[in-house]
């Protein structure tokens, strides 16, 4: 019965990952495309989704105790673990379809954030940068500390050497 129960979870934590690739691609078409109205819902939807998948891994790590005990190894056994302790079956290859299809859901993810992270911190930039040139009479601080008027680039490196 740990078997079946394990499986079941495992696919639910399968199709959770499955919608945080699609959160984190709908994510990045709201980037990509400039509609940033959006973008703090679609934040909230992944974090959501995270939240979800923290409370599966919870219930995933107690039904991977009691299967542990079952075939003879640690509680804490990862999948792959599980797998190698597996008695020999369907569910040696039930596992490790799951272990495949959860790395490949990993790696995807990961990629996804990676690519993400790197358009806000684009996007965080270019704003940066329309702000100061919104405002181009702003002083600017000397090295000292000290508030100067809007002079040069050239005379700002000489006065801080």
């Keep these: 019965m740990g078997t079946q129960r394990l499986s079941a979870l495992l696919w639910e934590e399968r199709e959770l990952l499955e919608l945080l690739v699609f959160k984190l691609e709908e994510e990045q078409l ?10 703090t819902h679609a934040t909230r939807e992944v974090e959501q989704v995270l939240e979800r998948l923290r409370g599966a891994d919870l219930g995933r790590a107690v039904a991977v105790a009691g299967l542990a005990r079952e075939w003879g190894t640690a509680e804490d056994a990862t999948l ?17 379809a799951h272990l495949q299809a959860m790395t490949e859901l990993t790696v995807k993810i990961r990629e996804l954030r990676d690519i993400n992270e790197q358009f806000l911190r684009t996007a965080a930039r270019s704003a940066q940068e329309t702000l100061a040139g919104m405002n181009p009479e702003a002083n600017t601080y000397t090295a000292s500390g000290t508030s100067a008027a809007p002079t040069s680039a050239a005379r700002l490196v000489d006065q801080n050497i």
Excluded: H, M
Excluded at 30 to 39: D, P
Excluded at 80 to 96: D, H, K, S, Y
């Design 80 to 96: 792959r673990e599980l797998v190698a302790a597996a008695p020999p079956g369907p569910w040696t290859e039930i596992f490790n």
């Design 30 to 39: 709201l980037l990509t495309s400039g509609k940033t109205k959006w973008l």
